[in-house]
């Protein structure tokens, strides 16, 4: 449901609707704003601009599989792009109480297309996702009559067009949007609109049911799910709004004063990553704001099908290169007034100081549950802290200098991390030089360091120091998160990201220890940067096997010709069985095609039954959403010399035939 509260001049006749139910009815306000601007610009030269202003998304045709995490939880990574085609459609109607009263015009929104979800970055609270639409159709109907001019929907199309950014929890309940500044309003709502009707929302691997909390445009709600009969079906219900978006923030629902009753079904079916494959949804919304205001609903229908999963190299840094073009709200919020663009962190926040937390963390609970989740509630709250107040990120050395239990300091470093502000950089850093710390709790911020958003030239410093200490943890710590501080300067300041590759490579060069040149591998891998591949292929002739199974994972992420070709040659002609296993881990990262006749010559000619067995693991893992794999396991079920394998092969390919799960 969406909420969009008008601060234009409307029609004199619908000025009667008031502010409460403008929240919970917000595209028809959205409508009347959008449509009785003073000014009206040329809708050419701004849908041109629309369709340009932000780069479009890259359209991979090599599919991904459904890969399923080690831990049940849903699959956030980096660079994975999920295509749809969607089909929703939206009506508000309205009916006056009063005998003499004038009621708003109905109205319809449809809306048809590609919606394209592509993730940017995930830490461990948030992820960060690029989201597109491609519209085929858009359509506004006014009492049954089309309300779009040719010149309206050319710029509406437009407007609807632009890629935009959405801030999840891990979870996967949506709290903020980063838009473009001085997108069209109407086409805002609409887009968010979907991105709230297609949270899917659970806390760690789905049970049997469990209810969260959500928010949509109108404000806060329960929400029960509900696992149904067949294998990843769940339905999904609001329960109740219990907060309703206002120009201050959510505030509690006076029920009182404003009654909202909600109907809704949606019917999820996930894939083995727990990300939507099919979405079938319909709500029904109803709002009498009493005193003689017209009773106002809203009914939504939406279908979402998977078209495909594919990579997308222009995700990772998508949001930071473009944030300063961007306008972020809370996705709870009245879409048309002017945001206040830390209204979330500040109700996140909810008033409390860092000596609260600091309190809160030095009292967790005992239950090893209700003290994960207090954990993860003083690292979001932190890092609103930081963000509003970027000085007070200077008190955590001090406290950690004091000293403070790991599992208490964890969540300050996270939120360091996280905010990624001038201020937090330096405290890692100073965290980092601070002999008196802890070793466990200085190589979590070693790690924390590695993994902020904007790496500052402090940080860096930071990094390579620790990354020469007499500790071996905090040693090969830093050296792994100099390789990510690489991939994440990239986008902002290539020249640096650069000297790091250079730095990591020379070290490779110059090192004669087995386990150090491993090490540096994987830095190098997680560069994510071309120029890293030339050492990486010096470490696939090391005579070490560790070396080159470390070579083998590192090629997994980066985006050249020449990998596929350089696995293949691994697979088929290295001499350990577990660099051989590598590359069916490499693989699991990157397109199948290419690889897929590599893959088949190990699997009926390798040696080794544990590669073998590997192999039909993550054939099966694709076995339906690749249907060349099917052949490949049909022949393993038949011909393979181990009996276990035979059966694992089979096992899959009777799951197809029954459309369940192995």
């Given at each position: 449901m969406l909420a969009i509260g008008a601060m234009r001049p409307v029609p004199k006749r619908h000025q009667a609707l008031s502010l409460a139910a403008l929240l919970v009815l917000g595209l028809s306000a959205a409508w009347w704003w959008s449509r009785t601007e003073a000014a009206t610009p040329n809708p050419a030269s701004e849908a041109s601009r629309a369709t340009a202003t932000l780069p479009s998304p890259l359209s991979q045709t090599e599919p991904e599989p459904a890969r399923a995490s080690v831990d049940g939880k849903r699959a956030w990574v980096p660079g994975s792009e999920y295509r749809y085609s969607l089909d929703v459609m939206q009506q508000v109607a309205f009916k006056q109480t009063q005998p003499q009263g004038d009621a708003p015009p109905s109205m319809r929104f449809h809306l048809k297309g590609e919606w394209r979800v592509g993730i940017v970055s995930a830490n461990d609270t948030r992820v960060d996702a690029r989201v597109s639409l491609l519209p085929e159709n858009v359509s506004v109907d006014v009492e049954g009559h089309d309300a779009l001019s040719p010149d309206q929907r050319q710029l509406l199309m437009g407007s609807l067009s632009l890629p935009f950014f959405v801030t999840l929890e891990r979870t996967g309940a949506a709290r903020l949007v980063h838009m473009e500044t001085g997108?069209?309003?109407?086409?805002?709502?609409?887009?968010?609109?979907?991105?709230?009707?297609t949270q899917f929302v659970v806390q760690g691997a789905p049970g049997a049911g469990w209810q969260s909390e959500e928010h949509d445009a109108t404000g806060q709600?329960?929400?029960?799910?509900?696992?149904?009969?067949?294998?990843?079906?769940?339905?999904?219900?609001?329960?109740?709004?219990?907060?309703?978006?206002?120009?201050?923030?959510?505030?509690?629902?006076?029920?009182?004063?404003?009654?909202?009753?909600?109907?809704?079904?949606?019917?999820?079916?996930?894939?083995?990553?727990?990300?939507?494959?099919?979405?079938?949804?319909?709500?029904?919304?109803?709002?009498?704001?009493?005193?003689?205001?017209?009773?106002a609903s809203h009914d939504l229908r939406l279908r979402l099908r998977l078209l495909g999963r594919s990579r997308d190299t222009s995700l990772?840094?998508?949001?930071?290169?473009?944030?300063?073009?961007?306008?972020?709200?809370?996705?709870?919020?009245?879409?048309?007034?002017?945001?206040?663009?830390?209204?979330?962190?500040?109700?996140?926040?909810?008033?409390?100081?860092?000596?609260?937390?600091?309190?809160?963390?030095?009292?967790?609970?005992?239950?090893?549950?209700?003290?994960?989740?207090?954990?993860?509630?003083?690292?979001?709250?932190?890092?609103?802290?930081?963000?509003?107040?970027?000085?007070?990120?200077?008190?955590?050395?001090?406290?950690?200098?004091?000293?403070?239990?790991?599992?208490?300091?964890?969540?300050?470093?996270?939120?360091?991390?996280?905010?990624?502000?001038?201020?937090?950089?330096?405290?890692?850093?100073?965290?980092?030089?601070?002999?008196?710390?802890?070793?466990?709790?200085?190589?979590?911020?070693?790690?924390?360091?590695?993994?902020?958003?904007?790496?500052?030239?402090?940080?860096?410093?930071?990094?390579?120091?620790?990354?020469?200490?007499?500790?071996?943890?905090?040693?090969?710590?830093?050296?792994?998160?100099?390789?990510?501080?690489?991939?994440?300067?990239?986008?902002?300041?290539?020249?640096?990201?650069?000297?790091?590759?250079?730095?990591?490579?020379?070290?490779?060069?110059?090192?004669?220890?087995?386990?150090?040149?491993?090490?540096?591998?994987?830095?190098?891998?997680?560069?994510?940067?071309?120029?890293?591949?030339?050492?990486?292929?010096?470490?696939?002739?090391?005579?070490?096997?560790?070396?080159?199974?470390?070579?083998?994972?590192?090629?997994?992420?980066?985006?050249?010709?020449?990998?596929?070709?350089?696995?293949?040659?691994?697979?088929?002609?290295?001499?350990?069985?577990?660099?051989?296993?590598?590359?069916?881990?490499?693989?699991?990262?990157r397109p199948l095609g290419p690889l897929l006749p590599a893959l088949e010559q190990a699997l009926r000619g390798d040696p080794s039954d544990g590669l073998r067995a590997e192999l039909v693991q993550f054939l099966g893992s694709r076995v339906t959403t690749t249907l060349e794999v099917r052949p490949l396991l049909a022949w393993a079920s038949q011909n393979d010399s181990n009996a276990s394998i035979r059966q694992a092969a089979l096992g899959f390919l009777e799951a197809v035939s029954a459309n369940t799960g192995p």
């Open positions: 997108t069209d309003v109407l086409a805002q709502g609409l887009l968010r609109s979907v991105v709230a009707a709600y329960n929400a029960a799910y509900r696992r149904a009969e067949a294998p990843l079906h769940f339905s999904k219900s609001k329960l109740a709004y219990t907060h309703v978006a206002t120009a201050q923030g959510l505030q509690p629902l006076a029920k009182d004063k404003l009654r909202i009753e909600v109907r809704t079904d949606s019917q999820f079916q996930l894939g083995a990553d727990l990300w939507t494959e099919a979405l079938v949804a319909s709500e029904q919304l109803e709002v009498d704001a009493g005193d003689g205001m017209p009773r990772p840094g998508a949001l930071t290169a473009l944030r300063d073009r961007l306008t972020t709200v809370p996705l709870a919020s009245i879409q048309g007034q002017a945001q206040d663009p830390q209204a979330h962190h500040r109700q996140i926040l909810g008033g409390r100081r860092f000596e609260d937390m600091l309190e809160d963390l030095r009292a967790l609970p005992k239950d090893e549950q209700a003290r994960d989740d207090a954990r993860t509630l003083a690292m979001e709250r932190l890092r609103a802290l930081f963000v509003l107040e970027p000085a007070e990120a200077l008190k955590v050395p001090g406290v950690l200098h004091e000293g403070l239990e790991p599992l208490a300091a964890s969540p300050m470093l996270g939120a360091l991390s996280a905010a990624s502000t001038t201020e937090s950089i330096q405290a890692l850093s100073r965290i980092l030089e601070d002999g008196d710390v802890s070793v466990p709790v200085r190589t979590d911020a070693v790690a924390a360091l590695g993994m902020a958003e904007a790496p500052t030239p402090e940080g860096v410093e930071a990094l390579r120091a620790r990354a020469r200490d007499t500790q071996a943890e905090l040693r090969d710590t830093a050296t792994l998160a100099l390789g990510n501080a690489a991939m994440r300067m990239g986008a902002q300041d290539a020249r640096g990201s650069e000297t790091l590759v250079q730095e990591l490579g020379a070290r490779f060069r110059s090192s004669n220890s087995v386990e150090e040149k491993a090490l540096l591998m994987r830095a190098l891998g997680n560069t994510r940067d071309a120029r890293a591949l030339g050492y990486i292929e010096e470490g696939l002739r090391e005579a070490a096997p560790q070396v080159r199974q470390a070579a083998v994972e590192a090629l997994r992420l980066l985006v050249d010709p020449a990998v596929d070709s350089l696995l293949a040659q691994r697979l088929l002609g290295d001499p350990s069985p577990e660099v051989r296993k590598a590359v069916v881990f490499a693989a699991s990262f």
